[in-house]
Nanobody, 121 residues
Framework: QVQLVESGGGLVQAGGSLRLSCAAS????????MGWFRQTPGKEREFVAA????????IHADSVKGRFTISRDNAKNTLYLQMNILKSEDTAVYLC??????????????WGQGTQVTVAS
């Protein structure tokens, strides 16, 4: 079992920045790929970014490329998402996930509860 707890969400003005964190506990964090997804009411869960267990492979969704950066610190069992130049369309609940590397939500077996990010225009 892996427990994931996100933090760092909040209200920010358009153009601003936030850094999300996801603290992992339980099964060895460093053996798992990690991902960030986001969800808004009535919509499918949307892929944001993923990082392999070693950090050697990283992918970002086209919608966030150049603005968001995923990273991880295996010594601290923590996943990060640095979000810059935020737009109103980035408003969502952001969830971290652990499992197999990829952009599909079905690749991940463990999920956090999510943290709300609201971008005011």
């Amino acid at each position: 079992q892996v427990q994931l707890v996100e933090s760092g969400g909040g209200l920010v003005q358009a153009g601003g920045s936030l850094r999300l964190s996801c603290a992992a506990s339980g099964r060895s964090f460093s053996n798992l790929a990690m991902g960030w997804f986001r969800q808004t009411p009535g919509k499918e869960r949307e892929f944001v970014a993923a990082i392999s267990w070693s950090g050697g492979s990283i992918i970002h969704a086209d919608s966030v490329k150049g603005r968001f950066t995923i990273s991880r610190d295996n010594a601290k069992n923590t996943l990060y998402l640095q979000m810059n130049i935020l737009k109103s369309e980035d408003t969502a609940v952001y969830l971290c996930a652990a499992g197999r590397f990829g952009a599909l939500a079905t690749s991940y077996g463990y999920w956090g509860q999510g943290t709300q990010v609201t971008v005011a225009s």
